[in-house]
């Protein structure tokens, strides 16, 4: 990969707790250096809000959960030459999984009706379907780097990206692990 | 199967173990050997101080001349023994293994008192485990919190039965034990009771100590905070062994 012209990056999140994004932001300093190899073209970090056709490096953080994410997954395959699981959520399931030992239909009762106080009610419209297990990313769309951690430090970030941006294959068991 | 006490007329057999030259003790077994000079072996069964159990198979090895894999905790050296501990087949292995262990259960390492102090965590990262390619299987097993100072969650247990072992060998009390089969199997106090209720336990919290992930920990841990100490126990098993 060479490094001019910029290399092009996507990222958005899907059932995550963005917690991902914000160990991104956590690089500080080194943001500016890497936006000098980098330009990031479609993320809920800038304001662009249209997929770019061709992306060189996908970042997705989050589990797939509802149908929105298994779209957002596939779009993001689709257009992303390298895509990358960031953190436990992505690589497999984590905490949003840990609803798959119940029911769908007890899980929503619970969230929307039994622990409501005001107006229960099952919302439907304006929110995307959820699906009855959820699932890592790698599970509905091919993922070529996985990334565990929960969430994946600033400084493996930092790794992962600059391993890429100088044309290597970065080794995430090196500097993390799941749970880190 | 009580440990065998060092015999005082044992011969030494000279081997090769990833083509270092090594001598060691006959009745020694390959995993320590290799532990003696730093060489790695992942392991999770195999603890210094219990006896053999030989479930986990992460320690597998080549032999050559044999047409199988052998469990280094569980076979001894022999004179002229040749072993590879780390070829791309033993990986392969050893990271399927490892994977199957956190798709059988719930391993939420983000959520669990051992974070950061679980050895099926660090032996993910060790044999380069960071996705895990079969699908979970999503079933839900128990937790046990009617002790009063320890806890048993059943779902992240890998049954690698330190904790029966530890019980039986060292304390002496054998409250734990384990019961059915596959993927049914699991650790239980006494006739499968509730810990609380044990009339065997004597609370010493020593199958706490050894096992491995957070499967048992103390009462009032939360994220992180499960830190084990297992010092105690090569230290008593050789204690037992003199008398």
Request: with cysteine; glycine share 6%.
């Amino acid at each position: 990969m060479s490094t001019s012209p910029k290399i092009t990056v996507a990222t958005t999140w899907l059932d995550g707790c963005s917690g991902c994004h914000m160990s991104f932001l956590d690089m500080d300093e080194r943001l500016i250096e890497l936006a000098q190899h980098i330009d990031i073209l479609y993320s809920p970090l800038v304001d662009n809000k249209i997929l770019p056709e061709s992306v060189d490096i996908g970042i997705l953080e989050g589990s797939v959960s509802s149908d929105e994410d298994v779209e957002k997954a596939r779009a993001f395959r689709k257009h992303c030459k390298i895509l990358i699981s960031l953190g436990d959520c992505a690589v497999n399931g984590n905490v949003p999984a840990m609803r798959n030992h119940f029911k769908l239909a007890d899980v929503i009762d619970h969230a929307y009706r039994e622990t409501a106080t005001l107006q229960a009610q099952i919302p439907t419209q304006q929110v995307p379907a959820l699906r009855a297990i959820v699932q890592p990313i790698h599970a509905v769309v091919e993922v070529d780097i996985y990334v565990p951690g929960c969430p994946p430090s600033a400084d493996t970030i930092w790794y992962v990206l600059s391993e890429l941006i100088a044309g290597r294959q970065p080794n995430p068991s090196a500097v993390t692990r799941f749970g880190a | 199967m009580p440990l065998p006490a060092n015999r005082p007329n044992v011969r030494v057999v000279t081997l090769q173990i990833d083509g270092q030259d090594l001598s060691a003790r006959e009745d020694e077994t390959i995993i320590e050997v290799c532990r003696e000079h730093g060489i790695p072996i992942p392991s999770l069964c195999y603890l210094d101080g219990l006896s053999i159990w030989g479930a986990c198979r992460l320690c597998l090895v080549e032999v050559t001349g044999q047409g199988r894999l052998l469990a280094a905790c569980s076979t001894r050296v022999t004179e002229g023994m040749q072993i590879q501990t780390n070829t791309e087949t033993l990986q392969r292995y050893r990271r399927t293994i490892v994977e199957l262990l956190f798709a059988e259960r719930n391993h939420v390492c983000s959520v669990c008192v051992s974070n950061g102090h679980c050895e099926l965590q660090f032996m993910a990262q060790m044999c380069g485990v960071d996705h895990v390619r079969v699908p979970h299987r999503q079933v839900s097993y128990p937790v046990d919190s009617s002790h009063e100072m320890f806890r048993v969650d059943h779902d992240r247990c890998i049954l690698c039965t330190r904790c029966v072992r530890v019980c039986d060998e060292i304390e002496g009390a054998h409250t734990w034990d384990v019961m059915g089969r596959g993927s049914d199997c699991q650790v239980i106090t006494d006739m499968a009771e509730p810990w609380g209720d044990s009339d065997t336990c004597t609370s010493c919290g020593k199958c706490v100590q050894v096992c491995p992930t957070g499967a048992l920990v103390k009462q009032g841990t939360s994220v992180g905070e499960m830190v084990k100490d297992q010092h105690f126990l090569p230290i008593l098993a050789r204690r037992r062994h003199i008398l």
